[in-house]
């Protein structure tokens, strides 16, 4: 049944249990590298300082019954049992759980939304309703009212968002020296000293440098390493159970938990938040959801991950339990419990399973980054994708190299797993903590559960987590300061663009000009049309923008065919590819004045420029020919707003307008009917050398006024396109509070004039691009 549910909400079908146990192998590599490499460093973090060594296995066995019970109720029940489901159309993570809620509760942190985007299929698949009992419904209202209720949500979700980000930090620093420690046993203490940090910046730096070549140049070799890694820990664990300890498996029982904090109080209090790192790493199950299902990734985790970490845990526990007496096997940690004549192979799969899940922390911050800009809590940047096939796989190289400057200077700073793991601590368990409270109104708001089940959720997860959580803020000042700096540092920067884009989206909507004022415009004032299609970028979705007011006052022409296009995100993953474009007209039929919004999920791709402008010229012809006379005569609906057509696109049309390269079309009999036509189309002036290109378009029957229409739009698209991008200034008020000033005049545009501008993010068709220079006083 799980399957079968499945396979309906995806896109793409996956029928077979083949093919779920293929996902469940490709997600070894891709989720669960961080989580399998947590035995390097989990009983060296422990027992580091806060508990002291003695003659019985009481610590030991302590330590290993937490171990053991936090991999059990967090990782399994929590997030394979419980969050797995909340899934956002089958993407995971903090912006899904956010996204939901927004859609559920009809609140947004995106202020140009329409109702027009609550009709989207994704939107609606769901099934939001409108109550689900007088407590949940008003918890909805409530929550719809009270816009302080909005900042907070949005607060909280950044909060986790950039506590993902610090972990994408600390990560790779914390992996890699932790595998790189096995050098220890091979040298003398003052030569490792100095080779462990310059081994572990190597191979960071190496790790970094790679990201611009893509995950699926060398995923192969993810999965592989990944079950090796754990096969190798899985067998070296029930090696040492049975030759030093086999009884280790009383150290189940939750009465050892008891023992050990009675025993050690604060100290044993305070080693739990290297207890905590057991579980680093399963946060990943729901943020990589996208790329799998909930099947695959259950069986990865409950028939080889869960399984193999217990055996690993239960195996050092055994081994320190007959060499409790020696400190320096608490120091030493994890290599001290492999039998010497395969301590190096085993290093060496250590090395590259740190890799693996550094890997796979570093895409998934790309991934977040890429979503939160998408819904304008983060500046624009520059994403590459490195996968034609594989759409989640991206790179962004300001953020890449960031990390990777951040990630060196945690390592060289810090030089010892310790204060690492004490950071690391701290990010990840703050990241669960903004999920259970994100999960508790999910089961109200969207699962439409009572609320005593949301509070029995958050009781019991939340109390679990807050032990961790105090002990690992308790050691602030021994490293667990790095996450909470560098997420006030992202909060600030994601806060700061956030306020900003919306006082600009707010000073657009009081500053915009009348559809009245634009029909006003006569040949007296001395408007020139010039030949060729004119993109409007604007963030509008109705009204003329002040800025093509500014331009035409200045500078009184403008083309023959003008669409004002907004180029917008909606809060779901994915938009379908038949619901693409909401297109419109703006005025008579003679003035050829068109308004586009192609709408975006956040985790949806952006396309090439060419591709863009075939899509975006076929989706207004395919308006104009579906266009009724009664839709002509009168542009605007009862309600004064703009009729808006949904079209998809070009391949989605298959009986509307086509539009092919004379190469593309050597192989293939195509007649000049009476409704095809071909004309001479110039080439891009990067392409001017090369020989002209030939286009066919073929219309489909339209009425003889269509057809007029479609002819003048394709000579229009012949003649070229010009962007015309809004250039502005974003200046605070007079009698602005400092603090606005300072967040408008120094901080946001200081982002924008730092990070990459519209014209380099959005894939917009632009032959050539006109800036109107303008300044906002918001």
């Not at 938040?273 to 996208?290: K, P, R």
């Not at 229009?716 to 408008?744: D, N, Q, T």
Request: aromatic share 12%; with cysteine.
């Amino acid at each position: 049944m799980e399957l079968e549910a499945w396979n309906a909400n995806n896109p793409i079908k996956r029928e077979s249990w083949r093919t779920v146990l293929t996902l469940a192998y490709q997600s070894l590599g891709v989720v669960y590298g961080d989580l399998s490499t947590s035995p390097l460093y989990v009983y060296k973090s422990t027992f580091a300082e806060d508990i002291q060594h003695s003659e019985s296995n009481e610590e030991i066995y302590g330590v290993l019954s937490f171990v053991f019970w936090t991999l059990t109720l967090v990782p399994l029940l929590k997030y394979v049992f419980i969050v797995l489901r909340a899934d956002d159309n089958g993407e995971g993570g903090t912006f899904a759980l956010y996204s939901l809620l927004c859609r559920h509760a009809r609140i947004s942190t995106l202020p140009n939304c329409q109702l027009a985007d609550e009709e989207l299929s994704e939107y609606n698949k769901d099934g939001i309703v409108s109550s689900n009992g007088s407590l949940g419904s008003s918890l909805r209202s409530t929550l719809e009212k009270h816009r302080i209720l909005h900042r907070m949500l949005l607060a909280l979700a950044l909060i986790g968002t950039c506590m993902v980000i610090g972990d994408g930090v600390l990560t790779p620093a914390i992996s890699v020296f932790s595998a790189v420690s096995g050098l220890e046993l091979s040298m003398s203490k003052e030569r490792h000293q100095y080779v462990e940090v310059p081994v572990t910046c190597i191979i960071l730096l190496f790790l970094f440098a790679l990201q611009h070549y893509g995950t699926h140049r060398v995923g192969f070799l993810f999965a592989p390493v990944v079950i090796t890694w754990l096969l190798c820990i899985s067998a070296i664990g029930i090696y040492n159970i049975c030759h030093w300890n086999p009884h280790v498996y009383q150290a189940l029982s939750p009465y050892y938990m008891h023992k050990f904090l009675k025993k050690t109080q604060r100290g044993g209090w305070m080693s739990l938040g290297g207890i905590l790192l057991c579980i680093t790493g399963s946060e990943a199950m729901f943020a990589d959801l996208g790329h799998f299902s909930q099947l695959s990734i259950k069986i990865a985790f409950t028939c080889l991950v869960y399984p193999s970490l217990i055996l690993a845990y239960m195996g050092q526990a055994a081994y320190l339990s007959k060499h409790h007496a020696i400190e320096s096997y608490y120091r030493i940690g994890f290599y001290v419990s492999v039998p010497e004549t395969i301590r190096w192979p085993v290093l060496v799969i250590a090395i590259l399973a740190a890799v693996v899940g550094s890997q796979a922390i570093i895409t998934g911050t790309f991934s977040i980054i890429k979503q939160c800009s998408a819904l304008g809590c983060f500046p624009k940047v520059k994403i590459v994708h490195t996968s034609s096939n594989i759409h989640g796989q991206i790179y962004i190289p300001m953020i890449n190299w960031t990390l990777m400057m951040l990630c060196l200077a945690v390592t060289i700073g810090f030089r010892n797993t310790k204060h690492i793991s004490n950071a690391s601590g701290l990010a990840v368990i703050t990241v669960m903590l903004v999920t259970t409270c994100l999960m508790s109104l999910v089961i109200v708001l969207c699962w439409h559960k009572s609320i005593l089940l949301a509070i029995c959720f958050i009781f019991f997860f939340g109390s679990i987590e807050a032990l961790y959580f105090s002990a690992s803020l308790i050691k602030f000042l021994e490293g667990a300061w790095v996450p909470v700096a560098l997420s006030f540092i992202f909060l600030a920067i994601m806060y700061v663009w956030h306020y900003g884009t919306l006082k600009k989206y707010e000073f657009d909507v009081q500053n915009k000009v009348s559809i009245d004022w634009l029909l006003s415009l006569s040949p007296n004032l001395g408007i020139v049309r010039v030949r060729g299609i004119g993109l409007i970028n604007t963030e509008l979705v109705s009204g003329i923008p002040a800025i093509f007011s500014h331009f035409v006052t200045n500078l009184p022409a403008f083309h023959q065919v003008l669409v004002f296009l907004c180029v917008k995100s909606v809060p779901v993953p994915h938009v379908r590819p038949e619901e693409r474009f909401l297109v419109g007209r703006i005025g008579p039929r003679e003035y050829k004045f068109y308004r586009c919004i192609a709408r975006y999920g956040y985790r949806d791709i952006h396309k090439d420029d060419l591709e863009f402008e075939r899509d975006l010229v076929c989706s207004i012809a395919e308006f104009i020919r579906s266009e009724k006379p009664e839709q002509t005569a009168a542009g605007e609906d009862l309600e004064g707003n703009e009729r808006m057509t949904v079209v998809g696109t070009a391949s989605t049309n298959l009986d509307g307008m086509r539009m092919w390269d004379e190469e593309e079309d050597k192989d293939k009999d195509k007649d000049k009917d009476e409704d095809c036509f071909e004309m001479a189309v110039d080439n891009p002036p990067e392409l001017r050398p090369r020989p002209r290109k030939r286009v066919r378009f073929r219309l489909p029957e339209a009425n003889i006024v269509a057809q007029d229409e479609l002819r003048e739009l394709m000579e229009a698209r012949e003649a070229g396109m010009a962007f015309i991008l809004g250039h502005c200034y974003v200046k605070a008020k007079r009698g602005s509070s400092w603090l606005k000033r300072i967040a408008i005049n120094l901080g946001y545009d200081f982002l924008r004039r730092n990070f990459q501008g519209s014209t380099h993010v959005l894939s917009v068709p632009h032959a050539s691009t006109l800036e109107v220079g303008m300044i906002y006083h918001v």
